[in-house]
């Protein structure tokens, strides 16, 4: 082949093109190409100005694929940066990544960002776009960078991190997430540092520039769609040691269609916050004299936590497992044993010294339920030994991760050990997987999905362990039907895992049940079952979380049915309203007919118009309110009203109350 041509596979297909031809003009006469706004060459990330090679594999990417909607974030990110320093000239740059549905930047300024300010800065922003700036790559060497960017105190201590991680990994958690993790981790990019810059359309001259890793998008102008949403704190790095610097959270979408609807689906998400829920229909709330991310549940909340942890409590004893209790605190040789003290001592709680000896709240259940399995010897015949508890942990989390029950920082598991043989692995955490399912099902939940996270490159024990785990967690995978990805080098370095995802009525997606193979544990404890042959074997462990937290849990359930709990779960089921006095009697004696069934019910004796306690009982999100004048108590009878506004006049008590019954037995989604 002649030197000035190159050879090329171009999205599967073998072309060939000029030398110094770049990805964009290889790309450039596709289907769709206005969309494309970078490429895969190699696998590797580039942008489209990428001089292509004899070789090379080359991919398009689209601006609406999961790997085109992070670089537009990123590049409206320093987009956002570029308009900061233009009218806050004293701001210092901190970090800029795209995170889910958006991006923000950090900044060291000498204020915080006021709304008036917001709105300054998305107008600048709109004309940056509107100006059609090119975003251009360019390799330098260290002093290069640092020369550049002397005046950019954060940026040089990224790069004197270069080819690390920058910031906190996200929390440890041996024994299974009751809430996820959230590191700050930022990684500077490999042995290699870039800076883009930001170029005049018409000039070429250098209008604004960053520290980055790219790729980015070919302009500015290719931003369809932005908006600033918030400001907020974050200490750089992560690390309350550090300053604190301003963020601003933007998002960005390849369409102002796309955006309008994340932009709607926001609004159903404010309506429905369970912090929001919970005050209005009196569930919860988090006193300031407790301490922040310390609920305390009320009456009615606390009805519909029994509900929950007793229906789990009801299908795990059908399933074989055995109820344990674990107290708050232990000495802290538990967890120098376990390694919690080694690897998760930023996350729990300051010990407390007693009888000469240092006491933890505890952030885990799992050492204490192997220390239920040590108390005694054990055959290979009581295996597998399911353990199953309701504990109550305590993370230290950070106050700007903190956020109502789905991030707490006391909270309780749903917490579940299974010691079992190498033999009953693969068996065990398929039908562990069934039951997960199952479950979450029956509280209402209908779309999952699963991640299967396998070995990093750092990591504890044997590879032949490692194998055999994720054998048996993919095996579960596959014989339950779920759809799965799997996140090669995602697991934790002592332990493969799941994670089960759902999505909720408004197509939000959450983690919730986690479950681990843990071949270290019984380890660092010597834990052992008498074989069949009469030899000591070490157990394997799974540890699961199936709710991840009940208070977490019943955050998302109260933002996925909008308080509006199913009447199984429903903390008042039914409603009594008399047209007047004369007819609270009668209404009495029906809701002490249906309380005689399990039924919880109240009768509204207030001095409220009907009207007015029709419009209560609907604010408060009861299932069903059961109307009576003086024509029902004639006919014993009701007008049954649900919550919907639907009425039915003329309901014999008796099919009233078998309704209810019925529709709360069954687990109506109503």
Known sequence: MPADKLHITLAGSEHVVEEGTTAGLALAGRDSAAAIIAARVNGELRDLTCRLADG???????????????????????????????????????????????????????????????KSIEQKMRQI?????????????????????????????????KGSVAGPPGAVSPGGAGQADAGESVEVGGTELTIYDNLDAKTGEQRWKDLCRGPHLPATRNIPAFRLMRTGGAYWRGSEKNPQLQRIYGTAWPSREAQDDYLRLLAEA???????????????????????????????????????????????????????????????????????????????????????????????????????????????RELPL?????????????SGVVHGLTRARGFTQDDSHIFCTPD?????????????????????????????????????????????????????????????????????????????HVKDAI?????????????????????????????????????????????????????????????????????????????????LSVATRLREHGIRVEVDTSDDRMQKKIRTAQRQKVPYMLLAGDDDVAAGAVSFRYRTGEQKNGVPVVDAIAEITGAVASRIQV
């Open 270 to 380: 404010e309506k429905r916050d369970h912090r929001k829920l919970g005050a209005e229909l009196d569930l919860f709330s988090f006193p300031s004299d407790i301490g922040s991310g310390l609920p305390i549940f009320h009456p009615k909340g606390g009805i519909v936590r029994k509900t929950l942890e007793d229906y789990s409590r009801q299908r795990h004893e059908q399933a074989g497992y055995e109820f344990v209790y674990t107290p708050h605190i232990t000495k802290s040789n538990l967890f120098e044993t376990s390694g919690h003290l080694e690897w998760y001592a930023e996350g729990m709680y300051p010990p407390m010294e007693m009888e000469g000896a240092k006491y933890y709240p505890k952030p885990m259940n799992c050492p204490m339920h192997i220390l239920i399995y040590a108390s005694r010897g054990r055959s290979y």
């Open 507 to 587: 197509g939000r997606r959450w983690q919730l049940s986690t479950l681990q193979v843990d071949f270290q544990e019984p380890g660092r404890f010597g834990i052992e079952y008498q074989a069949a042959d009469g030899s000591r074997q070490r157990p394997y462990m799974i540890h699961r979380a199936l709710f991840g937290s009940i208070e977490r849990f019943f955050g998302i359930l109260t933002e996925h049915y909008a308080g509006a709990f199913p009447p199984w779960l429903a903390p008042v089921q039914v409603v009594g309203i008399p047209i007047s006095d004369a007819h609270v009697d009668y209404l």
């Open 424 to 500: 009953q692995l693969n068996g065990e955490l398929a039908s562990l997987l069934d039951f997960v399912v199952g479950l979450l099902r029956d509280y209402g939940l209908t779309q999952f999905e699963a991640e299967l996270s396998t070995r990093p490159e750092k990591f504890v024990g044997e590879i032949s362990e490692w194998d055999r785990a994720e054998a048996a967690l993919k095996y579960a995978l596959d014989k339950s039907g779920l759809p799965y990805v799997i996140a090669e080098g995602e697991g934790a370095f002592y332990a493969p895992k799941i994670d089960v």
């Open 56 to 118: 090379d594999r080359v991919e398009p990417v689209a601006i609406d694929s999961a790997d085109g909607l992070t670089i537009l974030r990123h590049s409206t990110a320093h987009v956002l940066a570029q308009a900061v320093q233009a009218l806050f000239p004293r701001a210092k740059l901190g970090i800029g990544p795209p995170i889910e549905n958006g991006f923000y930047y950090d900044f060291d300024v000498p204020e915080a960002f006021t709304p008036e300010d917001l």
């Open 129 to 161: 776009v509107k100006e059609g700036q090119q975003f251009s790559r360019r390799v330098v060497t260290d002093a290069e960078a640092r020369a550049e960017l002397a005046e950019e105190p954060y940026k040089l201590e990224l790069i004197g991190l």
């Open 386 to 398: 399911r353990l199953f508890e309701f504990g109550t942990v305590y993370r230290y989390e950070k």
